[in-house]
């Protein structure tokens, strides 16, 4: 009888030792990502793969399952035998978008999943709203709208993306060794009503990020089908028209495809018009074979062209000279181009493993004028420049993912990956122009080659209620730079390796409670024609950051979340705008804390705001000369948005940006700005109409600022200040949308 009771012990644990396997998809067969399983009864969880498939690690009979995503209905199951006997399929049907739809998992990135509210409850309406979604990151505009947003993050003034890298379904959007500046990211070619999910992290503890990610990351991921056709129409002040198209292909179980454009069109509220137009054009093909793998085709194309006013001298405008909205150089502006085709591909292997492969070829050119300094250099004929550049990009990654292998008591998880970058970027140049009609100077040109290949390994081990995350990553740089203004032939090239080691501790004593603690070494290259000046010294400097974070739901609708960090950078950039050359300027440190708060009052009504308190000194300056040029101090963004409430929606929310040192020993101090922005919508069947308001009280603001010196047409000396680009006035738009 012994023997017997024994043997029935030992069935019962092979039994409950069975993993849990299962696919979830939506109502219409679409497979569903990032479906969170929570074992409440043993603190354990998983989630869905691209192909909406999970295994949930040994669960014990009755122990109590919940299956959660943002925009669907939780679901409640308890483990019995029948569910343990086959697969699992589950439907989730669709529903408002909620913050108990969040359920704390153990990743590194998790305040990405719950800022993922922000974006459902208030979608992006323009391209420049893409970035501000990211907690604690502003930009800003200073030439005409067409031109990539200046970026600041973590007490960086990270000019157009030198410290954070950015990505759009795995296709790299950074510029390395740009015309304008090292790192420079134009995310205009991205339609934002085909955005799915904006996923980032701050710092650098990412194996799969490489290039730029020392401040953070962000990687948007666009639809892989619609929920319906639609057409929008959009006008307003300042002869401002959008009109925007998303056109469903295809819709099957095993094929989806789907056309998106957009053309926008606006004078700004410059007193000289920006004549500023853009147009982009986006086609989307998925196909999955009955093994679940996954082929993704995307190809798209954008172009711009704009005028604008730059950045003015604030002595102008309280002489008299101008106005808040006027110009000294109105022949500023410039238009780019970009064509994309991108490669998305999914393997189902044995062992629940996949082999996921990126790959992608970009054609872009860049032409832009810009002055800063006006009459300095040549009291004649202005400091008008031209940089311009066309750049081929091509680049592949492949990585092996493979979930659920038992160790000891634990699980541990790992992709393994390779891939390259390679740009070629021919007539890279810099000029003196007058009027962007007449070439004066050739100050630089050339043709510039630049790879990089790599290679990363990182690692998940959960066991009880730790997650631990070793990583490391390996890249390897080639530089090579044709001077195209020497009287003989003159190439250089250098090459370097950048090691970048990253671990990660998380603990979670609740399914409602995390603590992490996260190091790790990250890196942004320098600009080639700074690489071979330099003879390959510093040109991979080093970023060594440290976070302890907490994120916390106390009660299903509230979920609060704080940080510490520090950043340690080898070497700052600064870009010399009249020079057109990034140079190192010494190791700085910054150090900061972050809070955030985001709280479901109702069903229809949710509230979120995030503050951010950052020092960022260098480290090889006197005390009172060590402060960094427009690295943010304080910054908070927030608002409240309303969802489905009798058929309207919208947001309220502001921006806060505090003042901040514009020079090294802040004796030139860029003022702060608090700018709220309104809008509302009302459904009724098919329609939409929508009202959207920029800077609702119309304060004056600066969107930016720097600290230059210039000299204006007859003055006899120069002067340097604050010279701002000003942020937009009171700016009114309407909108309708017709789905089908």
């Not at 219409?28 to 192909?51: Q, R």
């Not at 056309?259 to 147009?279: C, H, I, K, V, W």
């Not at 071979?532 to 009660?555: H, M, Q």
């Not at 700018?675 to 119309?698: A, M, Q, R, S």
Request: negative net charge.
């Amino acid at each position: 009888m012994k023997y017997i009771f024994i043997l029935l012990l030992v069935c019962c644990a092979s039994v409950n030792a069975q993993d849990l396997t299962g696919t979830i998809t939506d109502r219409d067969k679409h497979a569903l990502e990032n479906v969170n399983i929570y074992n409440l009864s043993k603190g354990s969880h998983t989630h869905t793969d691209a192909n909406g498939t999970f295994v949930l690690p040994a669960p014990w009979l009755q122990d109590s399952l919940v299956i959660s995503r943002l925009g669907f209905k939780t679901q409640h199951l308890i483990v019995d035998q029948a569910l343990l006997s086959e697969p699992l399929v589950v439907e989730l049907e669709e529903a408002s978008t909620s913050l108990d739809q969040v359920v704390l998992t153990a990743e590194v990135n998790s305040l990405s999943t719950v800022v993922a509210v922000d974006l459902k409850l208030n979608p992006v309406k323009s391209s420049q709203e893409i970035l501000r979604k990211v907690p604690g990151l502003f930009i800003g505009q200073h030439a005409g709208g067409g031109k990539a947003e200046q970026i600041f993050l973590r007490g960086f003034d990270i000019d157009h993306g030198t410290d954070v890298a950015i990505s759009v379904d795995g296709m790299p959007v950074n510029m390395v060794s740009h015309a304008h500046g090292q790192g420079y990211a134009d995310l205009h070619f991205v339609i934002p009503e085909t955005i799915e999910n904006i996923d980032f992290g701050k710092g650098a503890y990412y194996a799969d990020k490489g290039n730029f990610n020392t401040a953070g990351y962000v990687d948007l991921r666009l639809k892989e089908h619609l929920d319906a056709s639609s057409i929008s129409v959009e006008a307003g002040q300042f002869n401002t028209s959008r009109l925007t198209g998303l056109f469903n292909l295809v819709d099957e179980q095993n094929h989806t495809a789907y056309l998106a454009s957009e053309m926008y069109l606006t004078d700004g509220p410059f007193d000289s018009p920006q004549n500023f137009n853009r147009f982009n054009v986006l086609g989307k093909y998925t196909y999955t074979n009955p093994n679940k793998d996954k082929l993704t085709l995307t190809a798209s194309h954008f172009q711009s062209k704009w005028d604008a006013s730059g950045q003015i001298p604030q002595r102008a405008v309280d002489q008299g000279l101008i106005g808040r909205f006027g110009a000294i150089d109105d022949t500023e502006g410039g238009q780019t181009s970009r064509t994309n085709i991108n490669l998305n591909h999914l393997k189902n292997l044995e062992h629940n493993a996949v082999l996921k492969t990126n790959a992608f070829v970009s054609k872009y050119d860049f032409e832009l004028y810009s002055n800063f300094t006006f009459f300095l250099e040549d009291p004649v004929n202005g400091d008008q420049i031209k940089q311009q550049e066309d750049r081929f990009i091509a680049g592949l990654q492949s990585v092996y993912e493979r979930k659920h292998v038992t160790l000891g008591s634990g699980s541990l998880e790992y992709q393994a990956g390779v891939g390259f970058r390679y740009d070629n970027v021919d007539h890279m140049s810099l000029s003196h122009t007058l009027n962007r009609q007449t070439t004066l100077d050739r100050i630089a040109l050339g043709d510039v080659d630049e790879l990089n290949a790599f290679a990363f390994l990182n690692t998940e081990f959960k066991t009880g209620k730790f997650t631990f995350n070793p990583a490391v990553r390996l890249d390897y740089f080639k530089f090579d730079y044709y001077n195209k203004l020497t009287e003989t032939y003159d190439n250089q090239s250098e090459s370097k390796v950048a090691f970048s080691p990253k671990f990660n501790t998380i603990f979670s004593p609740t399914q409602n409670w995390q603590l992490s603690l996260k190091t790790g070494i990250g890196f942004h290259s320098n600009d080639t024609r700074v690489v071979v000046a330099n003879s390959g010294e510093d040109i991979l400097p080093a970023a060594y950051s440290v976070d302890l974070g907490t994120i916390v739901k106390p009660i299903d609708r509230l979920a609060l979340n704080a940080t510490l960090w520090t950043l340690f950078l080898d070497q700052e950039f600064v870009y010399v705008g009249d020079a057109g050359i990034v140079e190192p300027s010494g190791k700085s440190r910054r150090m900061g804390v972050e809070v955030g708060a985001r709280y479901q009052l109702l069903d229809w009504l949710y509230v979120y705001g995030d503050a951010n308190y950052t020092h960022a000194r260098s480290t090889e300056e006197a005390d009172g000369e060590d402060y960094i040029p427009l690295a943010p101090k304080f910054t908070s963004a927030g608002g409240l948005s309303v969802d489905n409430r009798n058929g309207f929606s919208g947001t309220l929310g502001y921006r806060w940006l505090g003042d901040r040192a514009a020079n090294e020993d802040n004796s030139i101090v860029a003022a702060g700005y608090f700018v709220t922005d309104f809008n509302v919508n009302y459904t009724i069947k098919n329609w939409t109409l929508g009202i959207i308001v920029e800077n609702l009280f119309d304060v004056d603001w600066n969107e930016t600022q720097f600290a230059t010196e210039s000299r204006l047409f007859n003055e006899p000396a120069p002067v340097e200040e604050i010279h701002f680009t000003p942020g937009t006035p009171f700016y009114l738009r309407g909108k309708i949308t017709y789905r089908f």
